[in-house]
């Protein structure tokens, strides 16, 4: 009899062996797997058991801020939802933090901070590891204003089109709209209501999760004449602004039989200055054949342009100039025509290039993330992206772009006792050009006791209604890019 109660203890020893065994290999070697597992639910309800961090905004003067974001608790088993003030006039920015779709823009750039589960949160290093454990959630406070942001989002009064715009000597993105936009907080949760409102925002014809400023390209017309006078300007195909080129009227695009139209008169060996006055296709054309396509594919890129992996921290789509043309497209793209593309963004980097000397800061939109009690976990520095030019091109393009606004194409961008430079845009698109144009107006403003210009602005309107006789980037663009700048320079 004991013989075997001692064979049974031996194999429950055995079993109890067995079962630790097992237990060690899958704490050891499995534990990562199946906390990773989509099917554990314990993940996710962990993540939405606190309140989320908030996304900041600028208001007024100095470091006041507002938050634009908050969280309430449904009682739920994903507790904590997301909410937001102003959901579409932000939209662009916070992007959605979502039970269901996940996380888009600041919200899935920083998800670490906001979410709490950033080692930078934690008390010691390696602490959230050790513990399994997570802080609560810090707050990201952006670069964008309120004011800027507000009066680029009612200057396009919901018709579909996109702002943005930079202090050219940091880089910090001031307003970031796109429109038509949305409200974010319809996505916040669970159940059909989120369902239901993501297949109808998904099916809209005007695509209002689309981020306009930041995601989508479009043909920038005659305000990419900026970057074919940098061009020219620094590879000595232009001496003085103010001397006749040799364009002759009509030009035919080479190598065809195509005449390059002119909407304005008087283009016919005009000065470079006053091909940027009244926006001439003829002669900025020509001297993009001029400085060649090595030239102008350099001095392209030394904007942005066929830049893949910018990011603000959300990325940025690639602006495209072809690095393969023949002379006629290349005088075409060198008018912002044939495939030559750019974000709203991009055409902002433009601007601020012009306004800070030729240097263009890093774009960035978040400033600094803080922890729940306010100490700085990170804080964004100003660094430089790239030299678009020379700063005695940035000088003459200055005084061109002043000109466009005093006596050109751009006077509806005027603001009275602010030096104002800007450059109108008409892109046409479509089979056979037959769509809207997209009005553009990219600009700068500089207050008259500052000694650099203050912000940088690109606009762009896309179904504007366009008046050929009347630029139409200076009619529909021009007064949003001054209802920002105003607002930059606190005249709003």
């Known amino acids: ?28 070697f499995e534990a990562d797997e199946l906390t990773g597992n989509s099917a554990n639910r314990r993940n996710t309800i962990a993540r939405y058991d606190q309140p989320r961090g908030n996304i900041l905004v600028r208001t007024g003067g100095g470091d006041a801020t507002a938050t634009v974001t908050g969280s309430k608790d449904t009682g739920e088993q994903l507790a ?12 662009p920015v916070t992007g959605y933090a979502s039970q269901t779709y996940g996380t888009t823009l600041i919200e899935n750039a920083e998800d670490g901070i906001l979410s709490g589960t950033d080692s930078l949160l934690a008390p010691l290093p390696l602490w959230n ?20 942001q507000r009066a680029a989002y009612q200057g396009l009064a919901g018709r579909k089109g996109a702002v943005a715009a930079l202090e050219p000597s940091t880089g910090k993105i001031l307003a970031l709209v796109s429109s038509p936009s949305y409200d974010p907080e319809q996505l916040s949760g669970t159940g059909s209501a989120v369902t239901d409102a993501w297949a109808r925002l998904n099916a809209s014809d005007s695509r209002p999760m689309l981020n306009r400023a930041i ?6 017309g005659s305000a990419f004449k900026i970057v074919t006078a940098a061009a020219a300007l620094d590879a000595g195909v232009v001496d003085d602004p103010d001397e006749e080129t040799d364009t002759p009227s009509p030009y035919v695009l080479p190598g065809t039989s195509t005449v390059l139209p002119n909407e304005s008169s008087g283009c016919e060996k005009a000065s470079l200055a006053e091909a940027i006055r009244v926006s001439c296709n003829t002669v900025m054309a020509h001297l ?23 990011r603000i921290p959300s990325g940025v789509a690639k602006s495209n100039f072809d690095t393969e043309m023949s002379d006629d497209q290349l005088a075409q793209s060198s008018i912002g025509q044939f495939d030559t593309t750019a974000t709203p963004l991009q055409m902002a980097m433009v601007a601020a290039a012009v306004a800070n000397d030729g240097e263009i800061a890093h774009p960035h939109l978040v400033d600094r993330t803080v922890k729940h009690d306010g100490d700085t976990v990170s804080q964004t520095s100003t660094r430089s992206y790239r030299r678009a030019m020379s700063p005695s091109a940035a000088v003459q393009l200055r005084r061109m772009m002043v000109d466009v606004v005093e006596n050109g194409t751009g006077t509806n961008a005027a603001i009275d006792g602010v030096t ?9 698109h479509g089979v056979d050009n037959t769509g809207a144009p997209y009005a553009w107006f990219i600009s700068w403003a500089q207050s008259a006791g500052s000694a650099t210009p203050e912000v940088a602005v690109a606009v762009v309107v896309e179904d504007a209604a366009a008046d050929r006789a009347d630029i139409s980037g200076g009619g529909s663009a021009a007064p949003i890019a001054r209802a920002v700048m105003e607002a930059a320079l606190g005249q709003e």
């Open 129 to 148: 590891d050790l513990t399994r454990g997570r802080q609560p959630g810090g707050n990201v406070v952006t670069t964008v204003r309120s004011a800027m």
């Open 288 to 310: 993009g054949v001029e400085v060649g396509l090595h030239g102008m594919v350099e001095a392209a890129e030394r904007f942005g342009f066929n830049d893949d992996g910018l």
């Open 420 to 428: 104002v430079g800007g450059k109108t845009g008409t892109a046409q």
């Open 1 to 28: 009899m004991i013989r075997y109660i001692r064979r049974a203890a031996a194999f429950c020893l055995l079993l109890l062996a067995a079962l630790l065994v097992n237990a060690a290999r899958v704490q050891v």
């Open 80 to 91: 904590w939802e997301r909410t937001y003030l102003h959901g579409p006039l932000y939209a």
């Open 215 to 220: 995601r989508q390209t479009y043909p920038p």
